[in-house]
């Protein structure tokens, strides 16, 4: 079973991929998120975690999440973290997580795809997006491989400063950076709502057909990438500048 989460498609893209070559079932966390419950999971086999990194660790809503489910036990919990460069701390989470969980720890993989924090971080061109797309594969395939044969994958280390940094910025990024407030449309939207269904925290509704963010925003960048019209702005600091539409965006051809 491959539990993933996304905001922009990348995390996705990368469990799809290893799903389509250890041929287990594809399950979206993003369905009993959006209603702040776990699942429920009886199936026996491996289960492989795959999310983005958020500030060096995976997203918290997912690790709730995980901590909410049910698993059957000695099953071997493999964790993929997609990310833009660094995972930072993340394996010393998925070890903790999957441990809390009585599951047996298999490793934490790093995948590295497009950037995707529009908030704060200026997005690739789609041909520099195309590229690391392209890389990213062989590198998904090789995960794949490790998980089909039964092996746990390669240990990353985790530097020490990242361990004793992370913790302490974590809580402090998400009850001061993280939160909706800033997003507003600009003159672009047609009122579609297209943004509502992309929440995976349930978080948009329309009011007089313009999108309204509650409280429980992760930022994970979905509703701004993805608005078909770029109509939706983070302050002023996304004027004007690109979006990242996703890996399906890039029309990837498959190999
Ligand atoms: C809130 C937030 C925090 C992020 N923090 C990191 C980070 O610490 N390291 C990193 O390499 N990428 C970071 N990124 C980039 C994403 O991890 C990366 O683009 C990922 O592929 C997005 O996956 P998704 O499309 O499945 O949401 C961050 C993105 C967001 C939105």
Redesign the pocket.
């Known amino acids: 079973m491959i539990i993933y989460f996304?905001?922009?498609?990348?995390?996705?893209f990368v469990a799809g991929r290893i799903a389509a070559a250890t041929s287990d079932k594809l399950f979206d966390s993003a369905l009993c998120i959006r209603k702040g419950e776990g699942a429920d999971f009886t199936e026996p086999g491996d289960y492989v975690f795959v999310a983005?990194?958020?500030?060096?660790a995976p997203p918290l809503v997912f690790l709730d999440f995980i901590r909410r489910s049910r698993f059957p036990g000695d099953c071997h919990a493999y964790f993929v973290m997609?990310?833009?460069?660094?995972?930072?701390a993340s394996p010393v989470y998925c070890r903790r997580a999957a441990e809390e969980k009585g599951l047996l720890y298999a490793g934490t993989a790093k995948v590295d795809?497009?950037?995707?924090?529009t908030a704060y971080f200026d997005v690739g061109t789609s041909s520099g997006n195309r590229r690391i797309i392209r890389a990213a594969r062989p590198v998904i395939d090789g995960i794949a491989s490790c998980i089909r044969g039964g092996r746990e994958l390669p240990d990353l280390c985790v530097k020490m400063w990242m361990r004793v940094l992370t913790p302490l910025v974590l809580r402090p990024y998400y009850r001061f950076f993280?939160s909706a407030k800033q997003f507003r449309t600009n003159d672009r939207c047609v009122g579609c709502g297209k943004c509502t269904s992309l929440c995976p925290l349930n978080n948009i509704v329309m009011k007089e057909r313009r999108p309204v963010w509650g409280s429980s925003c992760t930022?994970?960048?979905?509703c701004i990438n993805l608005c078909p019209a770029d109509a939706i702005e983070y302050g002023r600091r996304t004027e004007g500048k690109r979006r990242y539409h996703?890996p399906d965006s890039l029309c990837m051809r498959k190999s």
């Open positions: 996304t905001g922009t498609g990348n995390s996705r983005p990194v958020y500030a060096a997609v990310c833009a460069g660094s995972m930072g795809m497009p950037q995707n924090y993280v930022h994970c960048m979905a996703g």
